[in-house]
């Protein structure tokens, strides 16, 4: 028979009871610990909700979703500019990022190569990914702000009231020349873009607020001034200056960007990009082999599973993440701040491809920065309507996960 | 041998076409992908080629951004007078820093062992969505928050030790914002550990704690140290919190109740005061996006190697 160790040999009875039963008891302290620290993040969740409610309940009004940002009435400042803007740029991220991340995803996990260096490429390549789903959000913003809004200064800087830059189209420049009747101008097509001033002594053809083409003439200081005001809308002093105004269509485009909301979009579509690429990949990786292995036993070219087996069959799972990713989009503040400014005054959702716009973020940050407590309070109401649609496009995304996927299976 | 009647009179299509589109499919799926490698070199070029018009000015030197302990380029629009160094800066990113990875990394790490190991499917099953509800709340609204609620708050308890705003609010906020990413990742690290392994423990005679700590948190080390590091460099590169709550003033100091102005928040100051483009002060908002840049590509990346070359396999 082979000797027993020591330790088993010599067992103290009571030793080894007293012993099971002190781990025992701190296992049981290590559950209550697990309990209670897992509450927390439920009591903070709901700490969060409550006091942000209580704050800005009171200022949940028709006012403000209908007004704008106002300095003056504060009480009745509002949100809507914000929420057209925030819809604009968060548009244009999706139309951008969602074909090109879901693209990339479609490349990286179906057409794996077989080839040693393209393997070591395409592994690089996923690698990046990940290091820019790790990059912070303000870096990507100085980014836009260096490619889209200033485009590293190649086509000059754009200033205030000035249309520099490179324009391409749907642009008209006018010269506004004010009528003998006070208040009333009319417009001049503009021959020179060079030319920002200039001097009317002959009788033009002008165009009038209305659109209409019209003849117009010109009063010398001196003689009888007409007094019929349609006669005095057509007419005009001598050597009356006028300086250039510019119309824009909505398709108006120009380079560089500038602080418009496009610019803000397609950098918001890079912050959100890899979340989108790596939410993709995930739900190609679950679609199941065999799908694909059957396709391609039938005839069916790479592509073609992709198309009609794989992207159908991880369809869900793809939406779920975009839709997950977008609610991302609407609460990023740092990029588009960086990209499009802290200013809130805009009273209007974006006019033309190259308009500023607010966000709803932004304006969240300028409101809260304040220091009258009705800013703080319209902040908070503010918080609960981007809250409110967060939750809205979330609720869709776990809808989708829950529903479609089932339903499929 | 004949060929059977149906393949004599079957039409062959010819492929010329379906392999060019589909050559060309592939070509326009490999541009997307392309496209963030380009994004990547994209953010390294703008950073060196914006920054260099900071490094070559005569006011500023490289060892001096280094080891100066005064920052002010955002208070001084003389450029004789302004100081460069970028240590209080990142001392206050790395207060900010510490104190949220002292609130979300252990608060985290058990949130994640109880989901893993003690929870029932039923209390995962609204625990889970919970985290998910707080890492969706947006930032400004934690920034919000810190300013509203945790600033106020510490004021009362410490007598108005803490000033208005303090690295200490912000970096609970940021915290916050940081423990469900810790608890998400490292409770997938610790379910990717095997059964087996549990099993093995208990029937030795291990307790739940023992269970656990002593064999699923090290058999899940990478995936947990890659979370932690993630979440440093998340909490490195967070923005609208501290230049909501940590105050407009850089400091050297490592006392949490003042003011701590963080790389980020210098960003966002040096935006909103709308400095000239082309300044000096301008661009100096590139040499701190370079080291803010710098240090969490590095975090992330380090994370992912780990990640990856540590990942214990069961097979």
């Not at chain 2, 060019?20 to 326009?28: A, D, F, N, T």
């Not at chain 2, 280094?66 to 450029?79: G, H, I, N, R, V």
């Not at chain 2, 989901?115 to 890492?135: Q, V």
């Not at chain 2, 409770?187 to 093995?200: F, K």
Request: contains cysteine.
């Amino acid at each position: 028979m082979s000797s027993m160790p020591d330790a088993i040999v010599k067992q103290d009875a009571k030793y080894l009871a007293d012993n099971a039963r002190r781990r025992k008891r701190f296992s049981l302290w290590f559950y209550f610990l697990c309990v209670a620290i897992a509450l927390i993040s439920v009591v903070i969740l709901i700490f969060l909700m409550a006091s942000i409610w209580s704050q800005g309940h009171s200022r949940l009004s028709s006012d403000l979703l209908t007004r704008s940002h106002s300095e003056l009435e504060i009480e009745r400042s509002g949100m809507w500019p914000s929420i057209l803007g925030s819809l604009f740029v968060c548009g244009t991220c999706a139309v951008v990022a969602l074909p090109l991340g879901v693209g990339t995803a479609v490349f990286l996990e179906e057409f794996q190569p077989t080839n040693k260096l393209l393997r070591w490429i395409h592994g690089f390549v996923q690698l990046n990914i990940s290091n820019l789903a790790g990059v912070p959000s303000i870096v990507y913003g100085l980014l836009g702000l260096t490619v889209f809004v200033y485009m590293f200064n190649v086509f000059g800087q754009i200033r205030v009231n000035e249309s520099a830059g490179m324009e391409i189209m749907g642009y008209k420049h006018f010269y506004q020349v004010l009528t003998l009747e006070p208040g009333h101008v009319v417009f001049v097509p503009q021959s020179d873009p060079t030319k920002r001033q200039t001097t009317f002594d002959e009788p033009f053809q002008a165009v009038d607020p209305d659109g209409n083409s019209i003849e117009i003439s010109i009063w010398t200081p001196g003689t009888p001034k007409p007094s019929d005001p349609a006669i005095r809308r057509q007419t005009v002093r001598a050597g009356a200056i006028g300086g250039t105004i510019t119309e824009r269509s909505w398709y108006y485009f120009r380079l560089p960007f500038d602080k418009s909301f496009l610019s803000a979009g397609l950098t918001l579509a890079l912050v959100i990009l890899p979340i989108i690429i790596i939410s993709s990949q995930e739900s190609l990786r679950g679609v199941p082999s065999s799908l694909r292995e059957a396709s391609m036993g039938l005839g069916a070219t790479t592509w073609q599973t992709v198309r009609d087996v794989c992207l159908p069959a991880a369809l869900p799972g793809i939406m779920t993440g975009a839709i997950l990713a977008m609610g991302r989009a609407i609460g990023e503040a740092a990029p588009i701040l960086v990209v499009m400014g802290a200013a809130v005054a805009k009273s209007t959702g974006p006019k033309h491809l190259m308009d500023d716009a607010v966000t709803m973020p932004v304006l969240i940050f300028n409101w809260a920065g304040r220091q009258q407590d009705e800013f703080k309070e319209l902040s908070a109401a503010a918080i609960i309507v981007l809250l409110v649609v967060l939750l809205l496009l979330n609720s869709t995304a776990i809808y989708i996960r829950h529903h479609v996927q089932k339903a499929q299976s | 041998m004949t060929l059977p009647k149906s393949l004599q009179n079957r039409e062959f299509r010819s492929t010329r076409w379906g392999v060019l589109s589909e050559r060309l499919i592939v070509i326009s799926l490999a541009l997307c992908a392309t496209a963030t490698v380009l994004i990547t070199i994209g953010i390294i070029y703008m950073l060196i080629t914006q920054s260099a018009g900071f490094f070559r000015s005569d006011a500023v030197t490289m060892s001096g951004f280094l080891t100066d302990t005064e920052w002010t380029a955002l208070q001084s629009k003389d450029l004789a007078q302004a100081k460069f160094g970028i240590m209080p800066l990142l001392s206050g990113t790395f207060r900010v820093t510490l104190i949220a990875m002292i609130i979300s990394l252990p608060l985290g790490l058990i949130t994640a062992i109880y989901l893993s190991e003690f929870a029932s499917a039923k209390i995962r099953s609204w625990l889970k969505p919970t985290l998910e509800i707080i890492a969706g709340v947006p930032t400004v609204v934690l920034g919000y928050f810190a300013i509203l609620v945790i600033s106020p708050s510490l004021q009362l308890f410490s007598d108005g030790a803490f000033s208005t705003f303090n690295a200490t609010s912000a970096g609970i906020a940021v915290g916050i914002l940081c423990l469900p990413m810790v608890c998400s990742l490292s409770e997938d690290a610790m379910r990717a550990v095997p059964r087996s392994l549990r099993e093995g423990a208990y029937g030795l005679g291990c307790t739940p704690f023992e269970t656990s700590v002593k064999v699923v948190v090290p058999a899940a080390l990478s995936g947990i140290i890659s979370a932690f590091l993630l979440a440093f460099s998340r909490a490195i590169g967070e923005t609208m919190v501290v230049a909501l709550a940590a105050g407009t003033l850089p400091t050297m100091t490592l006392d949490p109740t003042q003011q701590a102005q963080t790389m980020t928040g210098f960003i966002v100051e040096m935006i909103k005061s709308e400095s000239e483009y082309g300044t000096v002060q301008y661009y100096s908002l590139y040499a701190v996006a370079v080291t803010l840049f710098t240090i969490t590509f590095l975090m992330t990346l380090v994370g992912q190697i780990i990640r990856r070359r540590f990942k214990e396999s069961y097979q």
